[in-house]
Structures are given as structure tokens and as C-alpha cells.
């Protein structure tokens, strides 16, 4: 994890700022919306990984329930505030991108309400961790959680596809080619990348305190501290 982490941060701190400069600087404007699409740099990637953070946090509780690893444990707890502040990131930036584009802030709208539906998820996760004072029990019961609330990520995923939304259909996918030009997605891409090496980096520094917190009776941990 040490060796890994300087690697990770420098790769997202190069990636998030060459993606800004490029998405701010030199994307072309939308035909439509103009310049307001460039929120579209951190709202996407934003809300693309607060899906993937709930389903590495449900598959970490799962690999924990059932095998009884602690590190999963770990991970699965670390996962959740980062998903939760994507999540928020996702909502907030859609709130802005949804001002001028739909004259409102906020529409009860089938993608938005299945975000906001996993912003609480996530905040269901963190309330549990911190109501339960035994370590094995929250991780339980968190574990079941989130495992109970994977069946929003397709909700999310197919939502404007499922009901008649006023949320525009996925930027990528996996067959098909954008259908913006190249000079738009490209920056959207490297954003996408730089914001899960960040992703990352966060993970490795909480799952190691995570790690440090439980284990700091243990002589290694203290050996650990006598040499910093």
C-alpha cells in the first residue's frame, strides 16, 4: 500500500489538473447549453464513482460476512464517507447543471431520486458504523446494508431508460461511441480516471488508519510510532 500510494496521488493530482485546464480552457462550448455543459467534468465522473464506491463497499462487507476478513471490514468502512461526499458532489453539480438547463434545482426526477437514494444509503453505512460500539457487529450489519441496497445502482444505471426522465442518457458506454466530439470527451475521460486515482489514494490513507486505529495495542503498531 505505501509503495503504491505516491504513485496513485501523483497520477491523480496530474490527471484532475490537466483535465480541468483542458475542460475549462480548451473544450469547445455545447451548441445548446454553452458553457454551462462544463460542469458535466465533475458532475460525471462524480456521480460514476459514487457507484462504483457503493458496489467495492458491498462486495468488501460481503467478502467480510461471509469469510470473516477483517481488511475487507476495513475497506468496506473507509469506502463509505468517500462514496457519500461523490455522491454529494454528483447531486450538488447536477443541482447546477439542472438550474439553467431545466429552469429548476431539483426535479423529482427517476436518476436524481435514486442518487439521492444512495447518498442516504451511504449515510445509513456511517450512522450504523458509528452507533454500534462493537467492530464486528457494525461491520455485520453495515455489510447487510449495503449488500440490501445494490439493487439501486441498476435503478441508477437504467433510470432513463426504464421511465420517461428529464436526465439525459449516459455520456460512455461500453458499445458505443460518444456521441459528443473528441475535443469534449477526451478531457471528460481523463477527468474520469483522475478522479478514481484519487478514489485510490483516499482509500489506501483511510483503510491504513483504519488499520493503525484497530491494531493500535499491537506492539508493531507501537515500534511503528517509536521510529516516526
Not at 455543459?37 to 458532475?43: D, L, T
Not at 468517500?82 to 436518476?111: C, F
Not at 460518444?178 to 478514489?199: E, K, N, T
Not at 484497530?214 to 517509536?226: G, H, M, N, P, Y
Request: proline content about 4%.
Amino acid at each position: 500500500m505505501g509503495k503504491l500510494l505516491p504513485w496513485f496521488a501523483v497520477a491523480a493530482a496530474a490527471l484532475l489538473v490537466s483535465g480541468i485546464v483542458w475542460a475549462l480552457a480548451f473544450a469547445p462550448s455545447d451548441y445548446q447549453q454553452g458553457n454551462s455543459f462544463r460542469i458535466i467534468y465533475i458532475h460525471v465522473p462524480s456521480a460514476i464513482l459514487a457507484q462504483s464506491c457503493y458496489m467495492l463497499m458491498a462486495i468488501a462487507g460481503a467478502i467480510g460476512l461471509i469469510w470473516k476478513m477483517k481488511v475487507a471490514d476495513m475497506v468496506a468502512k473507509s469506502s463509505a464517507p468517500i462514496g457519500a461526499t461523490m455522491a454529494l458532489l454528483a447531486l450538488v453539480t447536477g443541482a447546477i447543471w439542472g438550474k439553467p438547463t431545466w429552469g429548476s434545482w431539483w426535479v423529482w426526477d427517476a436518476r436524481l431520486t435514486s442518487m439521492l437514494i444512495l447518498l442516504f444509503l451511504y449515510l445509513g453505512v456511517i450512522a450504523l458504523n458509528s452507533a454500534i460500539e462493537s467492530e464486528a457487529t457494525a461491520a455485520q450489519a453495515t455489510a447487510v446494508l449495503a449488500l440490501v441496497g445494490l439493487v439501486n445502482i441498476p435503478i441508477i444505471k437504467y433510470s432513463v431508460e426504464w421511465w420517461n426522465t428529464l436526465h439525459q442518457p449516459a455520456t460512455f458506454t461500453l458499445t458505443e461511441r460518444p456521441a459528443m466530439p473528441a475535443d469534449m470527451w477526451v478531457p471528460l475521460l481523463v477527468m474520469v480516471i483522475g478522479f478514481y486515482c484519487f478514489f485510490a489514494v483516499s482509500l489506501m490513507l483511510r483503510t491504513r488508519n483504519e488499520i493503525l486505529h484497530r491494531e493500535r495495542r499491537a506492539r508493531w503498531v507501537r515500534e511503528l510510532i517509536e521510529k516516526q
